[in-house]
């Protein structure tokens, strides 16, 4: 039989599917490794993790949330697995390295090479043909650290299937409104801001109590957009319990965050990549005897090194645990 727990991202009721043993192939074996005493570790098929219990995944979600992109690397490394994380950021330079190294007799056919390597892990921007980044499906950005390309992994004896955006429309979400060579598009939980020849994101979305958020910037360059590092800023407003998260790439906000509702406070990160997610803060229940769950909702903006705040994205929240 099949349980399935709840969770509301983006505003939509989603599923994260957790099978029982008696419906799937017996769990492998896991291999000894530098991650056990984590509390995770790798399956003999050399594909797919198992972390000990939901207690542990909670605990690993902050753990590597905290981790520079070269330690996340580094920490997969050491257990031999390549998360959906690391394979998109390896997709990224690799795309990168096509750029730099093609003229316009060759791209389209290496590009399509690289289509076809990672198509089955990713998907592309099918109404922007000069949108040549891969985009992750996985709806929780969270569950990149752990999800295989097929967006598997175990918890306990228990097999996860992390759920996926059907499409890159579908997590874009976005409207459009065009002020001279300037594009800002934006949506509920999903503000964007392109200009000529920069562009950047901020998604915001909630796991359980836990609020993420992902940041995206692209540079256009002679044969299309792909990402690059940048540092970003981010304004938000937001009411309903939210309680702020402080993390390394943005140390204390711009204007000190305090617990109270409809407060305004900005953060200026330290130089990211192209596609960044952190744990940036959680939903407090309300006191009592139920826990009632709150609805959070207000504004975030966000803009850039390359994106100035005049032409900075701008979106409503509405997020609910």
């Known amino acids: 039989m099949e349980k399935i727990k709840y969770f509301v991202l983006t505003g939509v009721m989603s599923l994260i599917t957790i099978s029982c043993n008696d419906d799937i192939t017996p769990i492998d074996e896991v291999k000894a490794g530098e991650g056990a005493e984590l509390g995770i570790e ?42 959906q994380c690391i394979l998109l950021n390896e997709a990224d330079e690799e795309l990168r390295m096509i750029c730099e190294n093609s003229n316009e007799q060759n791209f389209a056919a290496k590009y399509m090479e690289y289509r076809k390597k990672y198509d089955e892990v990713f998907m592309f ?26 967006g598997l992994f175990y918890i306990g004896d228990s097999l996860v299937r992390t759920p996926f955006f059907n499409n890159v429309a579908e997590y874009l979400g ?39 958020i992902n940041f995206t910037a692209q540079k256009k360059g002679i044969f ?52 960044f997610s952190v744990h940036f803060g959680k939903v407090a229940r309300r006191p009592g005897p139920l826990l009632h769950p709150y609805q959070t909702s207000g504004t975030i903006e966000v803009w850039s090194r390359g ?14 645990n």
């Open 42 to 83: 790798l399956l003999s098929d050399g594909n797919t993790i198992r972390i000990k219990d939901e207690a542990t995944y909670m605990g690993l979600l902050d753990i590597i949330a905290s981790k520079t992109e070269q330690e996340k690397k580094d920490f997969f490394e050491k257990i031999s697995f390549k998360p």
């Open 307 to 320: 994106v100035p705040d005049v032409d900075k994205g701008v979106a409503t929240v509405s997020l609910a």
């Open 174 to 212: 976005l409207t459009v409104a065009t002020r001279g060579e300037v594009s800002t598009l934006s949506s509920i939980n999903h503000a964007f801001s392109r200009q000529k020849t920069r562009k950047v994101g901020l998604y915001i979305s909630i796991n359980g109590e836990r609020i993420n």
């Open 224 to 275: 299309g957009w792909i990402r690059y590092a940048t540092q970003y800023h981010a304004k938000f407003q937001l009411n309903g319990g939210f309680q702020f998260y402080e993390t390394a790439y943005f140390g204390f906000p711009f204007e000190r965050y305090v617990d109270k509702d409809n407060v305004k406070f900005q953060i200026d990160t330290k130089e990211l990549s192209g596609d």
């Open 125 to 150: 921007n099918e109404t922007d043909d000069e949108d040549l980044s891969a985009y992750s499906k996985i709806i929780n950005a969270e569950n990149r650290y752990f999800a295989n390309e097929d």
